[in-house]
T-cell receptor
Framework: TQLLEQSPQFLSIQEGENLTVYCNSS?????LQWYRQEPGEGPVLLVT?????EVKKLKRLTFQFGDARKDSSLHITAAQPGDTGLYLC???????????FGKGTKLTVNP | KAGVTQTPRYLIKTRGQQVTLSCSPI?????VSWYQQTPGQGLQFLFE???????NKGNFPGRFSGRQFSNSRSEMNVSTLELGDSALYLC????????????FGQGTRLTVV
């Protein structure tokens, strides 16, 4: 079973700070997705990275896929309270539609 | 384009009862997956259906079952409920392709008392 480890588990920062969260595995993934989930709601897809070394930007969010396709990172610049949420990384297991999820990073951005 | 719709949003059931949850995927999506989310275990895969056939199954007891209809709508059933079944149950739909991207519904919050 492919596993995804996310770090840190919890992160509390002040508005305006930068942060990076990580998603690591010992297995190769064909793609990785990042989701954000707010309490009581379903995860919302932010981005999919497919190519090793790929960097994608979504406004203040920068996503990177490791060269070996075993890890990914999410960097947020000048965090805002609206960025608060649970950030999850996920990847397809064994080429199937089954997604394996990390346990997430719970981010709190204080005004 | 309508998103994934799950009903009901909230449920309270008693131990030993059974429950059925419903999911309507995004129009045109033929794959529907179900996940259980708990604070301790995170999101855990239950099963995935495609064209009315279960293609993948997670490591859950046989009390958890599901089905998919010809219009791609899906239901999952949990029989003989236990306290530990209290969780947020999430349904996700996806179109088949090279990259698997899941679009989730808002979930059904099940509380077993």
């Amino acid at each position: 079973t492919q596993l995804l480890e996310q770090s840190p588990q919890f992160l509390s920062i002040q508005e305006g700070e930068n942060l990076t969260v990580y998603c690591n595995s010992s297995s190769v993934f064909s793609s990785l997705q990042w989701y954000r989930q707010e309490p009581g709601e379903g995860p919302v897809l932010l981005v999919t990275v497919v190519t090793g070394g790929e960097v994608k930007k979504l406004k203040r969010l920068t996503f990177q896929f490791g060269d070996a396709r075993k890890d990914s990172s999410l960097h947020i610049t000048a965090a805002q309270p609206g960025d608060t949420g649970l950030y999850l990384c996920a990847g397809p297991q064994g080429g199937s539609e089954k997604l394996v999820f990390g346990k997430g990073t719970k981010l709190t951005v204080n005004p | 384009k309508a998103g994934v719709t799950q009903t009901p949003r909230y449920l309270i059931k008693t131990r030993g009862q059974q429950v059925t949850l419903s999911c309507s995927p995004i129009s045109g999506h033929r794959s529907v997956s179900w996940y259980q989310q708990t604070p301790g275990q995170g999101l855990q895969f239950l099963f995935e259906y495609f064209s009315e056939t279960q293609r993948n199954k997670g490591n859950f007891p046989g009390r958890f079952s599901g089905r998919q209809f010809s219009n791609s709508r899906s239901e999952m059933n949990v029989s003989t409920l236990e306290l530990g079944d209290s969780a947020l149950y999430l349904c996700a739909s996806s179109s088949t392709g090279f990259v698997t991207e899941a679009f989730f519904g808002q979930g059904t919050r099940l509380t077993v008392v």
